[in-house]
């Protein structure tokens, strides 16, 4: 039977809008940084019969019976977590990322502790203590920006507002920033004030764990990040932190926040850290950086502003507006073009959240296709001709046609 069989027999609207997103995924180019594709055994065990099993309590103390092959399948993502990032202690428990650091905050802190985070409108993240989460209600925070000409975090702000504050937590770790981050600076800053140190590295996780971006696992108390974007496993989440902090955060997860894990998401975390420990896998973690940083190099050529100059890692924040056009306009009429991003809030946008200057693109779904600078460079041009001609239908389905041809050259992995 073929992939969707089982879903057309019973379900053929699903099973048709599946076979459509499968023909997107193949069609057009992916450049919103935090998607990817996975293996496909990763899908596989995504969708396997580890679905059917609850799981409450940890390896050895589950609450239910029947955990001998549960215990084995989460016992290896831990170990081969501890083994591809260099972690005391591993939790692969939460659901996503979003409630990984929901679970930190539990399991560390008190309803009105001081958060010290980097700003969402400067590339932060909600969970990070944002007004309308319930991080930013619960706890009290502040944000730190970049500076407004270089658009790198200003850590002397970073240290500054430590001293003013004396925050409970700081966080470092980005969804929008296009630089290396300083683990270290911002654990010297961490240790000064007496805050724990908690690195979100959902983004580059992967870059991380390939050896293309420096770890924070030496640096922080806690180290939260998603197991999809760059990492290239299933939709999850992942908790690193210092044994001594163990038993908090494993209280914050569970029974804090959460009852039982996802098994088929454990399962298939287990075969994407496999993958990651492999030796190509540095080779695609390095190849996305080299391809982001050409993918720069293209659209500078093009007078395309670009936030911070560059890039070190996986994505890009391009300010429009030099350009005349809004970020959501120019992400609709590239779209339409075969060439999906995110319009995106720039550092000191002065226009609204839904309607920003800017769009976020990323490589690492191209790389992971096996696309290289060549194809990085085309893909700049398109870009500048599907902005410039934001309203000419003809030119934009032009340009479609020769990125699903682009795409024909390069399968998508997995599907």
């Not at 997103?21 to 996975?38: C, F, G, H, M, W």
């Not at 969402?120 to 000409?149: C, E, R």
Request: net charge negative; proline share 6%.
């Amino acid at each position: 039977m073929t992939d969707n069989a089982h879903i057309r027999a019973v379900d053929p609207d699903v099973a048709n809008l599946i076979d459509q997103e499968i023909q997107r995924q193949r069609d057009v180019l992916r450049l919103i940084p935090s998607e990817n594709y996975a293996s496909a055994a990763v899908l596989q065990a995504t969708g396997s019969c580890l679905t059917n099993k609850y799981s409450e309590g940890y390896v050895g103390r589950r609450y239910y019976q029947g955990q001998d092959y549960i215990d084995g399948i989460e016992g290896l993502a831990i170990q081969r977590a501890k083994e591809l990032f260099g972690a005391e202690h591993v939790n692969v428990q939460p659901y996503s990322g979003s409630p990984a650091n929901l679970a930190v905050y539990l399991g560390l802190l008190n309803p009105g502790d001081g958060i010290l985070s980097m700003s969402l409108p400067h590339g932060g993240h909600l969970t990070h203590g944002w007004k309308v989460t319930i991080s930013g209600q619960y706890f009290n925070a502040v944000q730190y920006g970049v500076d407004k000409d270089s658009k790198r975090i200003d850590m002397d702000q970073v240290a500054a507002m430590a001293r003013e504050h004396k925050p409970k937590l700081i966080i470092c770790g980005a969804s929008a920033y296009p630089r290396i981050i300083d683990f270290a600076a911002f654990a010297e800053i961490a240790k000064e004030v007496g805050a724990y140190l908690l690195a979100d590295i959902a983004h580059i996780s992967g870059l991380v764990a390939g050896g293309a971006h420096p770890s924070p696992v030496p640096y922080a108390d806690v180290v939260s990040t998603t197991t999809h974007k760059t990492l290239r496993g299933p939709r999850g989440g992942m908790l690193m932190c210092k044994s001594k902090h163990a038993k908090a955060i494993d209280r914050g997860v569970f029974p804090g926040l959460q009852g039982g894990p996802h098994n088929h998401t454990t399962g298939a975390l287990a075969i994407a850290l496999k993958e990651a420990l492999q030796p190509e896998f540095r080779d695609y973690a390095a190849q996305t950086v080299r391809n982001c940083q050409a993918l720069a190099d293209g659209l500078l050529t093009h007078d395309f502003d670009l936030v911070s100059g560059g890039t070190d890692n996986h994505l890009l924040l391009v300010d429009l507006s030099n350009k005349n056009i809004s970020g959501k306009i120019a992400a609709k009429a590239l779209e339409k073009a075969g060439i999906v991003c995110n319009a995106n809030s720039v550092p000191f946008d002065t226009r609204k959240p839904f309607d920003p200057s800017g769009i976020r693109i990323g490589t690492p779904a191209l790389t992971s296709r096996g696309m290289g600078p060549d194809e990085m460079h085309q893909l700049a041009d398109w870009i500048n001709s599907a902005i410039n001609l934001p309203d000419d239908e003809t030119a934009l389905s032009e340009i479609a046609r020769s990125v699903k041809a682009l795409c024909d050259q390069f399968p998508a992995p997995g599907i």
